[in-house]
């Protein structure tokens, strides 16, 4: 069965926090998910040389959220509530 499965991301294993607030950020000040304005959130947490890969991921998962998947990034429905309506 570990056979089967993917290996883990070792990039998303390290910077597992930074993504994560990134997403909650984006969240809370309500920023329009766009590679610009999350690279703008994310420079200060990466070197220069991971920031693209991490915004990249930032935008992946904020495309992705959902009610049923926000725990995980720490936030509270009425925060996504508001951001997904804003």
């Given at each position: 069965m570990r056979d089967s499965l993917p290996e883990p991301d070792a990039f998303r294993l390290k910077y597992r926090s930074e993504i994560s607030n990134v997403?909650?950020?984006a969240v809370r000040r309500?920023?329009?998910?766009?590679?610009?304005?999350?690279?703008?959130?994310?420079k200060s947490m990466v070197s220069p040389e991971d920031?693209?890969?991490?915004t990249s991921i930032a935008l992946a998962e904020?495309?992705?959220l959902h009610e049923g998947n926000i725990a995980r990034f720490r936030l509270r429905p009425s925060e996504f509530k508001q951001w997904k309506d804003g």
């Open positions: 997403v909650r950020e309500k920023i329009r998910p766009t590679e610009a304005g999350l690279a703008q959130l994310a920031l693209e890969r991490l904020l495309t992705d």
